[in-house]
């Protein structure tokens, strides 16, 4: 059963002569529960089809659907909520918000949807950071951890809505190979528990070896 | 919008040095505008008190008698009568005296007889205005008693009152005895019982007589009958008003004290307009401050705003978070400045003991709730442009800084 589907997507940055066409008519279908590795070369255009997919990004043209949903002529709004609900994001640098704790980063994406920081959402939360083996460390300021504990603090946070789609971009990145493995036996565990879907960014073979399928880009399409 | 509560008060005990320089920056707007409140009302309550409210704000007057006509024969000389010498009077006038009292506007009436008249002592003789007063209303109109440097304003019966600068030229003190005559020639022999200052020498103090009504009677040979009834109000400016009720109820002509002090008024109005233009620097200097900062805010904070909206926050809610640090400040700086003019007022001599010479500061002016109010709605609509700057931040861009 399919997740999302992207058919012809087109991405221009720039106009006239100084025109970058980065995707060139992209397709792609992701089921539900896959645990897909997006792989290319540097300018392949992963980082932007993982922002359109995210709808951080509107495509110059094609169709992206997901979950029956049309993104691509959804408003601002409508998107903003679509991906507090249904989409989690993983990026290659933590992006933990410095003036909060390790629990108050997981649960913000809950709290500004209802207004407010429920007991259940910091209950969720805790849950989230012990799967994470940082329950030592619920409410440690965020600054105070280490790259490996901030990522997987990022992980839990991209968790919080128990959305059907995470995306992550480079995940690891930013790694030691102990704590990459440590990050992406987490992803794989809760992909399993859970059957999330995660479509992982990365030039890592050893990492892309750990998903279930794997996606190659080149050149604006999907190569393979 | 408790989270974006949440959120701008964690941005702003994040940063606490710059929050408080901040708050510091609006407190000290603020009080300055209750500092101008006060100075600019303590003033003009100060120059009113000193000029119009020790006047009278409605005046009933007897009209002028109009002199002997003298029809001029051929080969001889037409002579006009001195108006002076006259003493026009209200023959009715004391009777409308409790009807105008019960008027809910008065604060107090002063029935009066009033004419030209010399003061003699030995050799030295001195013009002077009489004015005869009802005993117990010597401070009615003009506070006699809060200018009296010797003796009492109590007029009793063969009592006079003369000011600092007369008594000093005539050599007199305190408990002499004077002759006043009338320019009708009546005479009467006075004890000096009470010497006042109101001003620097000249016009009162050197050319006023008190005394009291039945001794003016006597000197203007007026048994019954008023030259005047002098009529302060509570609020001088309903005097207009006042002036038109009085003239209804009782046919009398009467004039308010803005016919004569219209130019005070201007001056009053030019006074509190000057007010205004500074409290308005005062507000938009808060306003400049609070939004410069938010603006700073705003540009250091865009990876984080990046991350927000990347998690699902809606512009609506990012703006929402600084509208509240906007808020906060106006708040926090409000209070604290309203606390500080406070504070520094306390100081201050209260409005009923201003003095010459003293700074005439009315702490019960400062305008504090005011103060407050504009301050928060200043840091509100300061922080609405560094709030849409922070809502139009792109999320990709922003989380790749």
């Known amino acids: 059963m399919s997740l999302l589907t992207v058919t012809d997507l087109v991405k221009t940055f720039g106009e006239g002569d100084t025109a970058t066409r980065v995707l060139r008519g992209l397709n792609l279908t992701l089921e539900k529960g896959q645990m897909a590795a997006l792989l290319g070369p540097s300018g392949s255009g992963k980082s932007t089809l993982l922002t359109i997919l995210g709808t951080l990004m509107q495509p110059t043209s094609g169709a992206h659907v997901m979950l029956g949903v049309d993104l691509t002529t959804a408003t601002d709004a409508e998107q903003t909520a679509f991906r507090n609900r249904h989409i989690g994001f993983v990026f290659q640098f933590h992006n933990l918000l410095p003036d909060f704790t390790a629990l108050e980063n997981v649960i913000f994406p809950t709290a500004i949807r209802e207004g407010r920081e429920t007991a259940a959402a910091r209950r969720r939360g805790a849950d989230l950071l012990t799967r994470m083996g940082l329950a030592e460390r619920i409410d440690y300021p965020s600054t105070n951890l280490s790259g490996g504990q901030k990522q997987r603090v990022a992980v839990a946070r991209a968790l919080m809505n128990a959305p059907e789609l995470v995306l992550a971009d480079e995940p690891t990145g930013n790694l030691d190979r102990a704590s ?5 036996e987490l992803i794989g565990q809760i992909n399993r528990d859970e059957g999330t879907t995660f479509l992982i960014s990365t030039h890592d073979e050893k990492i892309a070896a750990t998903c279930t399928r794997q996606i190659i880009v080149g050149d604006g399409q999907v190569t393979g | 919008m408790l989270y974006a509560l949440k959120i701008a008060s964690r941005y702003l005990t994040a940063s606490k040095a710059q929050t408080a320089l901040l708050v510091l920056g609006v407190a000290v707007g603020v009080f300055i505008f209750i500092f101008m409140s006060a100075l600019i009302g303590g003033l003009a309550e100060f120059i009113l008190s000193r000029t119009a409210g020790d006047i009278s704000h409605v005046t009933i007057e007897a009209e002028e008698i109009d002199p002997v006509l003298l029809l001029a024969l051929p080969g001889e000389v037409l002579l006009a009568q001195e108006t002076a010498s006259e003493t026009a009077d209200l023959r009715e006038a004391a009777g409308f005296i409790p009807l105008i009292e019960a008027l809910p506007e008065v604060r107090a009436v002063s029935p009066q007889i009033t004419g030209a008249g010399f003061l003699r002592r030995g050799t030295k003789v001195a013009q002077v205005t009489v004015t005869g007063l009802e005993a117990g209303r010597e401070s009615a109109i003009l506070n006699l008693d809060s200018y009296m440097v010797e003796g009492d304003a109590r007029l009793r019966s063969g009592a006079v009152l003369l000011g600092r600068t007369l008594v000093d030229d005539m050599g007199l003190a305190l ?57 302060k109000l509570f609020d001088l400016y309903a005097a207009d008003a006042v002036t038109l009720r009085v003239e209804g109820l009782t046919g009398l002509p009467a004039t308010s004290w803005t016919e004569d002090g219209a130019q005070l008024l201007e001056a009053l109005k030019a006074q509190a307009q000057t007010g205004y233009f500074l409290k308005t620097f005062a507000m938009i200097t808060i306003i400049i401050g609070v939004a410069s900062a938010l603006l700073l805010s705003t540009y250091r904070r865009r990876p984080e705003i990046g991350i927000m909206r990347a998690m699902g926050a809606s512009r609506l809610f990012v703006v929402g978070v600084f509208v509240t640090q906007g808020a906060l400040i106006g708040v926090l700086g409000g209070l604290s400045g309203a606390v500080l003019g406070y504070l520094a007022l306390l100081p201050f001599p209260t409005r009923d003991a201003f003095r010459s010479g003293t700074l005439p500061m009315d702490i019960t002016q400062g305008s504090y709730g005011l103060a407050i ?29």
């Open chain 1, 180 to 184: 990459a493995l440590q990050v992406m």
């Open chain 2, 373 to 401: 109010t504009l301050t928060v709605i200043g840091a509100i609509l300061a922080s609405i442009l560094p709030a849409r700057a922070a809502a139009r931040v792109d999320p990709v861009t922003a989380i790749g800084q």
């Open chain 2, 175 to 231: 408990g002499q005895t004077v002759v006043l005559q009338s320019a009708d020639g009546v005479e009467v022999a006075l004890t000096l019982t009470g010497i006042y200052q109101i001003g620097t020498g000249g016009g009162p103090d050197r050319r006023m007589a008190y005394v009291s009504l039945p001794t003016a009677r006597t000197l203007f040979a007026m048994p019954q009958g008023l030259s005047r009834i002098e009529i």
